[in-house]
């Protein structure tokens, strides 16, 4: 199937989540202007990547975006083309279960035949070709049955940030069946998934028929999707907003992954019919500032692996190192393997080793109620 084709197959409907707020990327990312608002690789924000390179496979009317309040605004600002009522914003987060099949049990109502693909909105996809390509190929297969279908990257290190695939046998068209899913594991049991060589990290993005999700989340959460249903069902009517602020926080505070992915791989490779694509399309998540810096650097291989972002630059025995000061002359002497982000209200300091630990200071400010920090 070509882009072409998916294009004019009006049943694929591009779903994007968007309602995170990137903590570990402060004190850049804030609650209304989190990590996926940022131009964090180009000019392009990532939320505006994400869908640009998914325009190919639907037209704009096709996408539908989970967000919240706080960020709503701006992403209706950077993507004027999308349909204004098909970004909807949870009064509150419950996750990704409930999030995904909302937009499910709207779509089941409007386009019974919809292929739902689910998809973050703050990746980096380095060869989008390869990437529709893949998409089109899980779309097939997800719309020829009650099928789920993954797409896991091959694993090129024992990553102990990323959940894990474990694939079984072949189904047919470089598809593989899966038969568990891993959550984060440690640097030992990492190092043994890789060289297995049957183990895939698992992207969060996925694949489903509307129909085959929302059998799922009945099946599976059984006091949610009721829930869900109903707000759907309001949707086009003056009662859809006060039925997503009743309801929705009613709604379990559960991943897809906890909620569908678990129980459905513990049904076996045959009966829990999901299925894992492997790619290698050159996908990174851009998971803290320290994967931001390694994105860099294996982009433009700078001297000494600094990435400096300023309004000029003087560095002297100094390597390793991340600096975000722009509009500032920036001098970096005798230091190794810092990240220091500067911001008009707030300064970050720390080392590439620390900093996913970034989200940390997020959860003080908000437990000092420092409000204008977050």
């Not at 999308?82 to 409930?98: C, D, H, M, S, Y």
């Not at 896991?152 to 695939?165: K, L, S």
Request: glycine share 8%; with cysteine; charged share 20%.
């Amino acid at each position: 199937m070509r882009s072409s084709d998916v294009a004019k197959n009006s049943n694929f409907y591009p779903v994007i989540l968007a309602g995170g707020r990137g903590t570990r990327f402060w004190p850049l990312s804030r609650k209304k202007r989190a990590k996926q608002l940022l131009a964090l690789d180009g000019k392009q924000t990532m939320i505006q990547q994400t869908v640009g390179r998914l325009l190919p496979l639907a037209p704009p009317n096709r996408f539908w975006i989970i967000t919240n309040d706080d960020l709503r605004p701006a992403i209706l600002k950077q993507l004027p083309k999308l349909p204004k009522a098909q970004a909807i914003a949870e009064p509150v987060g419950r996750n990704t279960a409930p999030a995904i099949g909302l937009a499910a049990f709207l779509l089941l109502r409007e386009h019974p035949d919809a292929v739902i693909g689910m998809f973050p909105s703050d990746h980096v996809i380095a060869d989008e070709k390869s990437y529709r390509a893949t998409i089109e190929h899980g779309a097939e297969i997800a719309a020829s049955g009650e099928n789920i279908v993954v797409l896991g990257i091959r694993p090129n290190r024992a990553e102990t940030g990323y959940g894990y695939i474990e694939a079984g046998s072949a189904s047919g068209g470089g598809a593989l069946r899966v038969r568990r899913f891993t959550e984060k594991p440690d640097a030992e049991k990492a190092a043994a998934f890789v060289a297995a060589g049957n183990y895939f990290w698992n992207s969060g993005m996925f694949l489903w028929s509307a129909r085959t999700l929302a059998n799922a989340l009945r099946e599976h959460l059984p006091k949610t999707a009721p829930l869900l249903e109903e707000i759907a069902a309001a949707f086009g009517t003056r009662k859809f907003a006060a039925s997503l602020r009743k309801l929705y926080p009613k709604c379990e505070n559960i991943s897809i992954d906890y909620a569908v992915l678990e129980p459905r791989s513990a049904k076996g490779e045959r009966e829990g019919n999901i299925f894992c694509l492997p790619a290698d399309f050159g996908w990174n998540d851009l998971g803290s500032w320290t994967a931001l810096h390694e994105h860099h650097t294996a982009k433009s291989s700078p001297v000494e692996g600094n990435i400096i972002q300023g309004a000029g630059v003087f560095v002297l025995n100094a390597n390793g190192n991340y600096v975000h000061a722009p509009g500032k002359f920036v001098a970096a002497i005798g230091v190794s393997d810092l990240v220091v982000v500067d911001t008009p209200d707030a300064l970050l300091i720390t080392t590439r080793q620390n900093a996913q630990d970034v989200g940390k200071v997020v959860k003080y400010l908000d437990s000092k109620r420092m409000h204008k920090l977050v």
